[in-house]
């Protein structure tokens, strides 16, 4: 059962956290949250030049 979406089309049961929890840490390039399913960080996207 999908209960939220993020913009990239990931529910919190796939990630293991649910945004409302996301929205009150204090989630920084030196700080980011982990957990064993994902790592997310603020920050820039880095990406490979297209072709």
């Known amino acids: 059962m ?5 913009s990239v089309g990931l529910c919190a ?3 293991g956290v ?7 840490l204090n989630i920084s390039v030196d ?5 064993n399913k994902c790592i997310i960080r603020r920050g ?3 990406t490979s030049p297209k072709k």
């Open 2 to 6: 999908m209960t939220e979406r993020s």
């Open 44 to 46: 820039t996207i880095v």
């Open 13 to 15: 049961g796939a990630i």
């Open 18 to 24: 649910s945004y409302t929890y996301l929205k009150n």
């Open 31 to 35: 700080n980011p949250y982990q957990n």
